[in-house]
């Protein structure tokens, strides 16, 4: 305040010029305690993941070479690096998204779990259902609307890889998911009267174990794939998409949309894969939680694997 004084006493200095000034420090005043309120929020672990993902993006993944680096041309560094650093910003996304939401409902934790895994969110709340049945309703609803989600996830990863790839798929994907939702709030209406607490706890807000095993995962999805089209030809890259889609859904996706592929093929691949992947939740739940469970959720599952199947022969 007391150099705005003496910039205000000559004028040689512009009057904005004090007045901006005035303005900053009358801003940093108002939001002071809403800043001091926000520092007692955040968490070590917090800062530290963020500090982490940063240096892995910003620092790593740039000086990484984008290219194959063995003798067999199947590994690219890059790529590899790229996987990691997508299954971390997802899971830091919705870790962020459940600290802040999380208190308000199954229907957030299971859209935000669909961010990081539609798979484990399946099992995770089979698992609660096979030792409580009073919460088959809001676990089921959970699980359907996280596999919602996915095609979404799916759709957003390519988009960060191949855009033409993206375009190609953004209408089956975005059409898969909304009817996804639609159904999930038609047949789980009960959901909605229930003040039901978020069943879904990501307890770190960096699933580095899970993106480094992801990471493998895909490294090995990629090279099984490039082998395969190097001495099968391209066809047999459907029946590829729909093993590894019960695996891991982002593994083949991040694959078909970095592989040197037809379109419309990439596509193809990608939507069998989700398939698969709907199909695999269903018998999870059906196993790991109760018939009964596997009954609540499969009008949903139903649609989604039959629209699936509708749109793979129209790509």
Request: net charge positive.
């Amino acid at each position: 305040t007391f150099l705005i004084g003496a910039i205000a006493f000559f004028d040689s200095y512009p009057y904005l010029l004090t007045t901006s000034f005035g303005l900053i420090i009358g801003f940093v005043l108002v939001i002071k305690e809403y800043t001091r309120k926000f520092a007692k929020s955040v968490l070590i672990k917090e800062v530290r993941a963020a500090i982490i993902f940063g240096i892995l993006t910003f620092i790593i993944l740039p000086i990484l070479p984008n290219q194959p680096v063995d003798p067999l041309n199947l590994f690219n560094p890059y790529l590899i690096w790229l996987s990691v650093v997508l299954v971390l910003m997802f899971s830091f996304m919705a870790y962020i998204g459940m600290k802040i939401y999380g208190a308000r409902g199954v229907s957030i934790a299971g859209g935000l779990g669909g961010l990081i895994s539609s798979t484990g969110v399946s099992f995770t709340m089979a698992r609660k259902v096979k030792r409580d049945s009073s919460l088959l309703e809001p676990a089921s609803f959970a699980i359907t609307l996280a596999s919602s989600t996915m095609f979404l996830r799916v759709l957003a990863i390519s988009s960060a890889l191949n855009q033409i790839l993206a375009f190609k798929i953004s209408v089956p994907m975005i059409l898969i998911g909304t009817i996804g939702y639609a159904f999930s709030t038609f047949f789980f209406k009960k959901v909605f009267r229930r003040k039901e607490r978020s069943l879904v706890q990501i307890g770190s807000p960096l699933a580095i174990k899970t993106a480094v095993e992801f990471s493998l995962l895909f490294a090995a999805v990629l090279a099984i794939s490039q082998l395969a089209i190097r001495y099968f030809g391209s066809s047999i890259i459907l029946l590829i998409s729909f093993l590894s889609g019960l695996v891991s859904l982002d593994a083949i996706t991040i694959t078909l949309a970095t592989l040197d592929l037809p379109t419309s093929l990439a596509a193809k691949g990608i939507v069998l894969a989700c398939l698969s992947n709907t199909l695999f939740k269903w018998v999870l739940v059906s196993l790991l939680g109760s018939k009964e469970m596997g009954k609540k959720v499969s009008p949903v599952f139903l649609g989604l694997i039959g629209l699936s199947l509708f749109l793979f022969f129209l790509l």
